[in-house]
């Protein structure tokens, strides 16, 4: 299998007045087509800061990544938009969903971004949506969904426009057991079937059962 | 189209009434503020505009229409005999004393004019005919005066500077700036009845000849002693911004449209940026997914827009139901086009300056804010 992320001795240093504080120190990932990776880690140890700079939202203060192929290190801050709009789609803990989009409209935002038109635009959102079993709740507003289900908006919304890419901060931390178990199942089952590449944040051993591997972070650096 | 804007806007339907009242407010009290000065400033040179004259003269100074000096009206003569002027003729205004039927006085303004050619007297009747105050000391009234000198119809009679004229036209649309209402009459007669005016005239008005610049004849007419020589249009304004200025009318207008568009920015900025911080993790989401800062920056400023559409739409709409039933009290609103594209203008740029500051705080989200649970 391909790599669709390589990450290679990331540094991300802070400036707070006179001190500079590592966040992230010479950290070195890859992760291939199909795969589920979960990064570990308690509180505060820069599992956030690792993912922002993954996900092209934040510049590494050194160490470069490519992403399918790409090097989007260099790149000027102008051109992260294009990138993430690309390559990446994401999967947040308190979901980010548009409180007054329907589930469709949330996923269509992502799909009029890539550029795509109307038409293909409905379509394609109705159809991520019954991949993710909400075909029937497509024009419910996110107030009137469940925890479980508004994250699985979330999927379906992440999925749009068929990123090699997926990053995923806590997803199933504000779920209960069950949910939690469904939105795995899921994110499993779209990295198999459609060769995309997965990384999830977390320190909820929950998700253990779906992951192919797990890198662990303490103090910024990479442990195991 | 996910319109984030317009969905966003309508999601929280409170804030969103609470702007479009703001918006509107301002729209109806600028309208209304334009629409009374236009009114007043209409009224101010009605006759002026109405008389069929290319050029006024006066004599030196004189301060506008309604307060003009007599000069003597052997002018008329060189007037005449001046190149350009293909005609010419003289008219009085004069302010005098009318008592009303039921005793009651009023102070009046009386427009004499020649009744041969009609320039200077009413341009519409309801009833009689301009040509009738050729008959000694009669008189054409205009209905608007009715709410002041009581209904008058023709053969009534009345008395002006203690002399008793008879009524024998009522015209309709003539209404003064100074409300003191106009009354026409000949213009011998507008002497006899005014033991100050004999032998002395208020304006000469001419027409110039077919290829005259009204400009140029005006120029010539200046070599005449001790009078001004204005154009029709030079005339108007200067009675016009007399008005304007001389009695901080303009001043007391003028602050009162800029209160009004203060209202509006403030009302609009507030509403679009509280929603704006309320929806700030969204913009993050938005950047985040791949937003540019041009997208974040069309989003806010469409609310504004949006806002400001259907704001201008429902004041515009108060203000024509306003012109109507002001109308039939008297009150003259005056929305030409030009106001009506103008203040719509204006009311894009109220609203998409609110946004600005609103636009600033969004562009400035970080994305990381998604991240935060």
Redesign the interface.
Known sequence: MSATLEAEQLTKIYQEGAFQVPAVQDVTLTARAGEVVAILGPSGSGK?TL??ML?C??RPTSGSITIHGECVSDLDE?QL??V???YVG?I???F?L????SAA?NV???L???GLE?KS?RNESRRLLDLVGLGKRADFLPRDMSGGERQRVSIA?ALAGDPPLILA??PT??LDAKNGEQVMKLLHAVTRSDGRTVIIVTHDHRVMPYIDRSVRIEDGKLVA | MVDIARKNLFHDRTRFIITVVGVTFSVVLIFSQFGIYLGFMENASIIIDNTQADIWVTSKNSANFDFPVPFNERKLNKVRQTRGVTWADHIMLGWANMRRKDGGQENIEMVGFNPETGVGGPWRLLAGEVQSVKAGKSIIVDESAFAKLGVLKVGDHVEINEQKVRVVGISQGVRGFTTAPYVFTSYRAAQDLDPFSQARTVFIVARVGTGYDPREVAGRLREIRDVDVYTRDQYSWKTRLYWTWETGIGVGFGLTVLMAIIVGVVIVSQTIYSATIEHLREFGTLKAIGATNRDVYWIILKQALINALIGYTIGLAITLIAVRTLGATGMVLVIPPGLMVAVFALTVAMCATASVVSVRKALNVDPLVVFRS
């Not at chain 1, 548009?98 to 989009?101: H, S, T």
Request: aromatic letters at 12%.
């Open positions: 956030t993912l922002s996900g939202m934040l102008t938009p294009w993430r709009r690309r994401f947040f803990q308190s980010n548009f409180a007054a989009l409209e269509e935002v992502v009029q971004l890539k109307r635009r919304r901060d806590e931390a504000n």
